[in-house]
């Protein structure tokens, strides 16, 4: 599975716009970006995920580049419950290809 | 319902002794996952499941052996616990799909050594 880079650490003021990035410059053509997150002594939260076009849904916007070599998370309005670890993983779908986990980025919402 | 339901969540027991975490899925997924959580927060694969058979098993010693009776459980025994197995242990679950497959945590077990 291709390696992901996070920043490590960021701020966001509560009520913004959080926009996480991703790079994965050595993303394969079959493997997906997928965004978890896990929130301070709980599991990791699936967010989205998305092969090659922008991705929606109730949680987060997803932007993949059209070259797909780096991804951006936007959170379009953080609240202080969305402080938590964000990873960004890319894999193949797959049952033989596990999620490898890195060390994410460490997101701060402000008040 | 809980989807992916472990059990127990904290568990503080003695050197030496041997000790089980249950999991269990009620969302129908075939592949099972163990992952470990360490005191840096970095979160490491150590075995996955696929329909009740061992498909990865990542460097872990043999003292921890996966158990899985039918493809919603998946048990992990730990025998002879040191204390650097102090971390907090997450089961997951998940299923292939076209549109790509998603995993899905429970909410892990704390383990303490002492």
């Known amino acids: 599975d291709a390696k992901t880079t996070q920043p490590p650490s960021m701020d966001c003021a509560e009520g913004r716009a959080a926009n996480l990035p991703c790079n994965h410059s050595?993303?394969?053509?079959?493997?997906?970006v997928y965004w978890y997150r896990q929130i301070h002594s709980q599991g990791p939260q699936y967010i989205i995920h998305?092969?090659?076009n922008n991705e929606t849904n109730e949680m987060a916007s997803l932007i993949i580049t059209e070259d797909r070599k780096s991804s951006t998370l936007i959170l379009p309005h953080a609240t202080l419950r969305d402080t938590a670890v964000y990873y960004c993983?890319?894999?193949?779908?797959?049952?033989?290809?596990?999620?490898?986990f890195g060390t994410g980025t460490s997101l701060t919402v402000i008040p | 319902d809980t989807a992916v339901s472990q059990t127990p969540k904290y568990l503080v027991t003695q050197m030496g002794n041997d000790k089980s975490i249950k999991c269990e899925q009620n969302l129908g997924h075939d592949t099972m996952y163990w992952y470990k959580q360490d005191s840096k927060k970095f979160l490491k694969i150590m075995f996955s499941?696929?329909?009740?058979?061992?498909?990865i098993n990542e460097t872990v010693p043999n003292r921890f052996s996966p158990k899985s009776p039918d493809k919603a459980h998946l048990n992990l025994h730990i025998n002879s616990l040191e204390l650097g197995d102090s971390a907090v242990y997450f089961c997951a679950s998940s299923q292939v799909r076209n549109s790509g497959n998603t995993i899905y945590f429970g909410e892990g077990s704390w383990l303490t050594v002492v």
């Open positions: 993983i890319v894999r193949v779908a797959d049952t033989g290809n596990q999620f490898y």
């Open positions: 050595t993303i394969s053509g079959n493997e997906y």
């Open positions: 499941y696929n329909n009740k058979e061992l498909i």
């Open positions: 998305g092969l090659k």
